[in-house]
């Protein structure tokens, strides 16, 4: 292989180190970023590689005006940036300190309160709801039952299209996997039990192993794909006649998460089964009021 094409193999690979959403977002910072200097009059040979200089003064001129997470989230673009193109990127204890002030001067009107989580209740009642002897809800249901209690994020589960998939991206009935990693669920009593949804939902679609696991049957042997945005529209539908507000996908891994940790499943066993590669989890955690008192009321010996 020469040269050239050893850098084209290295730049392809590389670029796949991030999902195609997050490419996408990380180069509009870029965009972003390259305004900025053009707007202060910098020379355009000066704007990449970024200096510490300029990255400072970049987050020094964002900071007050949005959240400080987005400003990291913009310095990340730049990050990618330099990666891809193999520069230093200039991290420096001075830029460390701007981004914490950042975080201290974000506005108000950039402060979200934290989400809230999908509740088993919630998922009982898409149950009573959706119509379940037909194609897409009974899709829709087993979705939700395995984001639920596989603790997931919807990008694991559904495709961006209904009609084109990427088999590596998102679990076929075949593979049931996603990039190499696994999704645990386990057989619940009741109406929530994510295996009695996906084995009634592969019945009623007639899912071949090519499928994606979670599409659905429109005629003449012919499947469509289930997107997020399908997918929340009908969950939204459903909650907000019973009077819960419009939910995120991220609601379903924060509540599948806060379900097992108040049913009293360990941390390090929500953890592994939640697929976090961190103690990130800790910061999603919703009712810690319901939570703590299972691991410290009434210690021995106090």
């Given at each position: 292989?020469?040269?050239?094409?050893g850098?084209?193999?290295?730049?392809?690979?590389?670029?796949?180190?991030?999902?195609?959403?997050?490419?996408?977002?990380?180069?509009?910072?870029?965009?972003?970023?390259?305004?900025?200097?053009?707007?202060?009059?910098?020379?355009?040979h000066?704007w990449?590689p970024?200096?510490?200089?300029n990255?400072?003064?970049?987050?020094?001129?964002?900071?007050?005006?949005?959240a400080?997470?987005?400003i990291r989230?913009?310095?990340?673009?730049?990050?990618?940036?330099?990666?891809l193109a193999?520069?230093?990127?200039?991290?420096?204890?001075?830029?460390?300190?701007?981004?914490?002030?950042?975080?201290?001067?974000?506005?108000?009107?950039?402060?979200?309160p934290?989400?809230?989580?999908?509740?088993?209740?919630?998922?009982?009642?898409?149950?009573?709801?959706?119509?379940?002897?037909?194609?897409?809800?009974?899709?829709?249901?087993?979705?939700?039952?395995?984001?639920?209690?596989?603790?997931?994020?919807?990008?694991?589960?559904?495709?961006?299209?209904?009609?084109?998939?990427?088999?590596?991206?998102?679990?076929?009935?075949?593979?049931?996997?996603?990039?190499?990693?696994?999704?645990?669920?386990?057989?619940?009593?009741?109406?929530?039990?994510?295996i009695?949804?996906?084995?009634?939902?592969?019945?009623?679609?007639?899912?071949?192993?090519?499928?994606?696991?979670?599409?659905?049957?429109?005629?003449?042997?012919?499947?469509?794909?289930?997107?997020?945005?399908?997918?929340?529209?009908?969950?939204?539908e459903?909650w907000?006649?019973?009077?819960?507000?419009?939910?995120?996908?991220?609601?379903?891994?924060?509540?599948?998460?806060?379900?097992?940790?108040?049913?009293?499943?360990?941390?390090?066993?929500?953890?592994?089964?939640?697929?976090?590669?961190?103690?990130?989890?800790?910061?999603?955690?919703?009712?810690?009021?319901?939570i703590?008192?299972?691991y410290?009321?009434?210690?021995?010996?106090?």
């Open positions: 292989m020469s040269s050239t094409a850098a084209g193999r290295i730049a392809e690979v590389l670029d796949n180190a991030w999902a195609p959403a997050t490419r996408a977002k990380y180069d509009n910072s870029v965009s972003i970023y390259l305004r900025w200097c053009q707007d202060q009059g910098i020379p355009r000066n990449l970024a200096s510490e200089i990255l400072c003064s970049f987050v020094a001129h964002l900071a007050g005006s949005m400080g997470s987005t989230s913009h310095l990340s673009g730049l990050k990618r940036w330099h990666i193999n520069y230093d990127y200039q991290l420096s204890p001075r830029l460390k300190y701007l981004l914490k002030g950042a975080d201290n001067m974000t506005p108000d009107s950039s402060k979200q934290p989400r809230p989580p999908i509740t088993l209740a919630m998922i009982r009642a898409l149950h009573r709801s959706l119509d379940l002897s037909t194609e897409f809800d009974v899709c829709v249901f087993a979705t939700a039952t395995v984001a639920f209690w596989g603790q997931s994020r919807l990008g694991e589960l559904l495709s961006s299209s209904a009609k084109a998939f990427d088999p590596s991206k998102i679990p076929t009935v075949e593979n049931g996997g996603i990039r190499g990693e696994h999704i645990y669920i386990c057989r619940q009593n009741g109406r929530s039990d994510p009695t949804a996906i084995e009634r939902h592969i019945t009623i679609n007639e899912l071949t192993p090519h499928l994606p696991l979670f599409s659905y049957a429109i005629g003449d042997g012919r499947h469509l794909a289930l997107t997020k945005d399908k997918f929340l529209a009908r969950c939204n459903i907000t006649m019973y009077g819960w507000p419009r939910m995120t996908g991220h609601s379903f891994r924060i509540g599948g998460t806060t379900k097992l940790l108040v049913a009293g499943v360990p941390p390090d066993v929500v953890r592994a089964m939640g697929r976090w590669s961190s103690d990130a989890f800790l910061r999603y955690w919703r009712s810690l009021e319901l703590a008192p299972k410290v009321e009434y210690i021995e010996g106090t």
